[in-house]
């Protein structure tokens, strides 16, 4: 069975610190995994997809399948940051969605 | 491009009360989804369409029926609410799983 873990439900940094969000995954196969944004009261967006290695509002992602690990960093937290984030992995064309992880950036 | 529409945004239904939740897409996409967002809980899939005509079972089906009318809209009923179903429910679509999801804002639905 697939499984995606976000072991913090709330998370708070300061403003400029480096955040990591935490996320590990249980699947058998090759995994593709994505991390989505909710800020407040408003629709879920695409972030970033560890197939593309891209840099989104400076939140990056590696893959590791080694530790089974998809965390998502960056180096200075903005205020606006601040939203819930949700590691997804891909099956087929579903995904299985993590329970989500509450980011605030303390001005 | 309005992306994916859901009505309505906010309801509130007695128990035993039916109701549907409509969803639209305008972006020519094959696949719809239905989700419900509890707290602590993530987001859990009820039903999907993967293509005009079919429709499957997800992780939480119970208490649901869906219709996927035509390409674009895909509709989720309650025939008989219960308090437990009361949550944020998201509607969503995508062309192919690789590209990722298209939300709606989602309708807050609350069963008293």
């Known amino acids: 069975a697939q499984r995606v873990t976000q072991p913090e439900k709330l998370l708070s940094v300061f403003k400029g610190a480096p955040v990591e969000l935490k996320c590990n995954y249980s699947y058998s196969g090759s995994p593709e995994l994505f991390w989505y944004v909710q800020y407040s009261r408003q629709r879920l967006q695409l972030l970033l997809r560890h197939i593309s290695r891209e840099s989104i509002k400076g939140f990056t992602a590696d893959l590791n399948k080694g530790e089974t690990s998809f965390h998502l960093k960056k180096p200075f937290a903005q205020e606006e940051d601040s939203a819930m984030y949700y590691c997804?992995?891909?099956?087929?064309?579903?995904?299985?969605f993590g329970t989500g992880t509450s980011l605030t950036v303390i001005p | 491009n309005a992306g994916v529409t859901q009505t309505p945004k906010f309801q509130v239904l007695k128990t035993g009360q039916s109701m549907t939740l409509q969803c639209a897409q305008d972006m020519n996409h094959n696949s719809m989804y239905w989700y419900r967002q509890d707290p602590g809980m993530g987001l859990r899939l009820i039903y999907y369409s993967a293509s005009e005509g079919t429709t499957d079972k997800g992780e939480v089906p119970n208490g649901y029926n869906v219709s996927r009318l035509n390409k674009r809209e895909f509709s989720l009923r309650l025939e008989s609410a219960a308090p437990s179903q009361t949550s944020v429910y998201f509607c969503?679509?995508?062309?192919?799983?690789?590209?990722?999801?298209?939300f709606g804002s989602g309708t807050r639905l609350t069963v008293v």
């Open positions: 997804a992995l891909l099956t087929g064309n579903q995904f299985y």
């Open positions: 969503a679509s995508s062309e192919s799983g690789k590209s990722g999801y298209t």
